[in-house]
């Protein structure tokens, strides 16, 4: 695994974290920031289905759609 480089100011914060019990060591300050990231994308992705899914909305609202006719698409689905 790669060797993490901190700035003098991200060393101090960290030692104190293990200083005061928060985290045991370098690893595991590591891997919650890392867990925070992979929260933040997750978000960001969220937000980015949110924001297309209401671009969308507001089209059809709009009108800007086309009706939807699920029998001349799949017509195998609804024989009997």
């Given at each position: 695994?790669?060797?993490?480089?901190?700035?003098?100011?991200?060393?101090?914060?960290?030692?104190?974290?293990?200083r005061?019990?928060?985290y045991?060591?370098?690893?595991?300050?590591?891997?919650?920031?890392?867990?925070?990231?992979?929260?933040?994308?997750?978000?960001?992705?969220?937000?980015?289905?949110?924001?297309?899914?209401?671009?969308?909305?507001?089209?059809?609202?709009?009108?800007g759609f086309?009706?939807?006719?699920?029998?001349?698409?799949?017509?195998?689905?609804f024989?009997?």
């Amino acid at each position: 695994m790669p060797n993490v480089h901190l700035t003098e100011p991200m060393r101090d914060y960290v030692e104190g974290q293990i200083r005061s019990g928060a985290y045991a060591n370098l690893s595991e300050v590591v891997r919650a920031g890392i867990r925070l990231l992979m929260e933040k994308d997750g978000a960001r992705q969220f937000y980015a289905l949110k924001a297309e899914l209401e671009e969308a909305a507001a089209a059809a609202e709009a009108g800007g759609f086309a009706e939807f006719d699920a029998r001349a698409f799949e017509p195998d689905a609804f024989r009997g």
